[in-house]
């Protein structure tokens, strides 16, 4: 079971979910205190055992996400960390991308900056504000000779819609493009296949519904893509060919340069094997049962508005994740009231996502956001409702 140790209500699992397994912790714990040396193919047991353990989680998240080489899963800080890898990594002077509106600033600033400084050219495609959702005829439209790249999120982290991936995968393929998906708020609780979904480039971040602790994270770079278009976007250390005078592109430790995360990496190995032990899908089905009850209980809220589908089967179009405003507050308002006087944990603000809140006409103050996870419960969702009745 979880570690909650106070009574607060957590209802902010899309920024990183809490509490974590019990079984997270004892890991790093026993990591820390039985192995922790710094990994090495080269080096003692305890160099060897670490890296060991590096490979073994490779191995299960390779497997978790229909990956066929675990040398090609590269670990990372974070999400915003394994796309800084994806992007500098892999685009060129001169290359067209297309990405959509509702991208987390992880996608938007890298690739704006790159823009802004002649590197690459980006279209933005927009999203129906009612669905939450892009239309792939709109992706397919956008394609020129030179688009290289379509980087796009599975799951908006405003709206928790769900996005067409496989369309625009396929989409992606038959038009010689590569696709990169940005799985932060999907990995964990919808099945992401790479081979099946045409995925070129997968980043993810381990700490939301995979349950792992903050500082992990990783990139996939799929068989489809030759490494010789690669670039290291850090480089240094590898623990191994140490006399070459550049970055060796041997994988994973051409894109890996420093010593890793281990303890975290560590947790991240007994987190997803207790997600995959529990059952995606029923994590998910759990979620969007808070969900629903949350949008059917809201409509007897009047001054209250949910954004993107609402009505009695919307939560099936969504991850564990809603946002709405209440006439009369800000969102900061609301969330600090909910904050201080009722001990409920939201996310009030852009969400990190000002171009989705740009179509929503929710910029610049944005909207509360509600994200139950795997540990929230029925009576907290309950509690949740009551306090809004309280003050809408
Ligand atoms: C859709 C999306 N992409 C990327 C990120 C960035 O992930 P991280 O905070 O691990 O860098 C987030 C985080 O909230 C997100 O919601």
């Known amino acids: ?52 353990m590096l490979d073994s989680v490779r191995k299960t998240l390779t497997e978790f996400i229909g990956g066929t080489d675990l040398h090609r899963l590269v670990f990372a800080m974070n999400g915003t960390d394994a796309l800084n890898i994806a992007f500098k990594g892999f685009l060129r002077q001169g290359d067209h991308v297309i990405t959509t509106m509702l991208e987390h600033n992880s996608i938007s600033r890298p690739l704006q900056a790159m823009a802004d400084s002649s590197f690459i050219k980006l279209t933005r495609i927009d999203f129906s504000p009612q669905t939450g959702v892009i239309d792939p005829a709109d992706v397919a439209q956008a394609i020129t000779p030179q688009t290289r790249l379509i980087a796009m999120t599975h799951a908006s982290n405003v709206l928790g819609t769900i996005q067409p991936i ?95 995360n281990t303890v975290g990496i560590c947790g991240l190995g007994a987190s997803t094997q207790y997600v995959a032990a529990h059952d995606p899908a029923k994590t998910l089905q759990h979620e969007r049962t808070l969900v629903q009850k949350f949008i059917d209980a809201a409509a007897e809220i009047k001054p209250l508005v949910i954004y993107g589908p609402v009505g009695s089967n919307a939560a099936a179009h ?47 103050d944005g909207a509360v956001r509600v994200s139950p996870g795997h540990f929230s419960t029925s009576e907290q969702i309950d509690q949740l409702l009551a306090a809004l009745h309280e003050v809408g």
């Open 318 to 364: 969504r991850v564990g994740t809603i946002s709405f405003n209440l006439n009369s507050y800000s969102p900061q308002e609301l969330g600090a009231i909910l904050d201080d006087s009722f001990e409920i944990a939201v996310r009030p603000g852009l969400h990190c996502a000002p171009y989705t809140h740009k179509t929503l006409g929710t910029f610049p």
């Open 1 to 52: 079971m979880s570690e909650n140790s106070h009574n607060v209500i957590y209802l902010d699992n899309a920024a990183t979910s809490w509490p974590k397994p019990a079984i997270v912790g004892e890991a790093m714990s026993h990591f820390l205190a039985q192995e922790a040396a710094n990994p090495g193919r080269a080096g003692h047991r305890m160099a060897i055992a670490a890296e060991k």
């Open 166 to 260: 496989s369309e625009v995968g396929k989409l992606a393929r038959e038009r010689g493009v590569r696709f990169l998906v940005d799985g932060a708020q999907t990995i964990g609780v919808l099945p992401i296949h790479v081979m099946d979904d045409c995925i070129d480039l997968l980043a993810f971040p381990g700490h939301k519904s995979l349950l792992g602790p903050t500082g992990t994270g990783g990139l996939y770079v799929n068989t489809s893509i030759n490494m010789d278009e690669f670039r290291a976007f850090r480089e240094g250390g590898t623990g191994g060919d140490s006399g070459s005078p550049t970055q060796p592109r041997l994988m994973p430790y051409f894109l890996e340069a420093g010593t890793p």
